[in-house]
């Protein structure tokens, strides 16, 4: 079972920029779907964009739309969260999780229930 580690969570200040990254433990197979999530303190966790090796991006969350952007290395096993323009509503722990393509279609691309492996998350805090 492919294992995650995110990375790339820090301190920035409002209308800056970070990239998240998601290490995998192995290649990301065609079957496997890869997720970015938050979850800021007392919210529920909340989907934020999917990709897939195929198809590449294959969703994102109405709240972050225009604003990040998925991406994938296949050949360093790593999927990435670019997110611009940050305030402090996208203060949260960011996670990546994988689920496989079957679980996830249409309605369920960003619903966290239907993925079943998470990394431990990395924070992000947007302030002045």
């Known amino acids: 079972q492919v294992q995650l580690q995110e990375s790339g969570g820090g301190s920035v200040q409002p209308g800056g920029s970070l990239r998240l990254s998601c290490a995998a433990s192995e290649t990301i197979n065609s079957r496997t779907v890869i997720g970015w999530f938050r979850q800021a303190t007392d919210k529920a966790r909340e989907g934020l964009a999917a990709?897939?090796?195929?198809?590449?991006?294959?969703a994102y969350s109405d709240s972050v739309h225009g604003r990040v952007t998925i991406s994938l290395d296949a050949l360093k096993k790593t999927v990435y969260l670019q997110m611009d323009s940050l305030n402090s509503e996208d203060t949260a722990k960011y996670y990546c999780?994988?689920?496989?393509?079957?679980?996830?279609?249409?309605?369920?691309?960003?619903?966290?229930?239907?993925?079943?492996?998470w990394g431990q998350g990395t924070q992000v805090t947007v302030s002045s």
């Open positions: 999780a994988a689920a496989d393509l079957s679980a996830v279609w249409g309605p369920f691309l960003l619903l966290p229930d239907k993925y079943t492996t």
């Open positions: 990709i897939d090796t195929s198809r590449g991006p294959i």
